[in-house]
């Protein structure tokens, strides 16, 4: 099985950063696609950032210069460093994974259990 662990999220004020750690581990062959999402009390879960193995990078309109997806795949880990905060960034962020877990088995998918970041004075 493979499991991915979020750390890094808590308490901010706007305009104060944060950065957030999201680490594979498990029967892992490969990682492809790695993926920051985050899902605010109320709405729909959203796609904030992502980044391919060879490290092409793409975001939402609502982070982008904001925000930044990078990865370590030595570590298995993806990262995402958000600066200038705004109380509508406020959410539960989760990382998730397209992983082989053996050189034949086709890519699934995998979530981690979320952290929470909170944008207020």
């Known amino acids: 099985q493979v499991q991915l662990v979020e750390s890094g999220g808590g308490l901010v004020q706007p305009g104060g950063s944060l950065r957030l750690s999201c680490a594979a581990s498990g029967s892992i062959f490969v990682i492809n696609i790695m993926r920051w999402f985050r899902q605010a009390p109320g709405k729909q879960r959203e796609l904030v950032a992502t980044i391919a193995r060879g490290g092409s990078t793409d975001y939402a309109d609502s982070v982008r210069g904001r925000f930044t997806i990078s990865r370590d795949n030595a570590r298995n880990t993806v990262y995402l460093q958000m600066n200038s905060l705004k109380p509508e960034d406020t959410a539960v962020y989760y990382c998730?994974?397209?992983?082989?877990?053996?050189?034949?088995?086709?890519?699934?998918?995998?979530w981690g259990q979320g952290t929470q970041v909170t944008v207020s004075s």
């Open positions: 998730n994974a397209d992983v082989r877990i053996m050189e034949w088995y086709p890519m699934g998918a995998y």
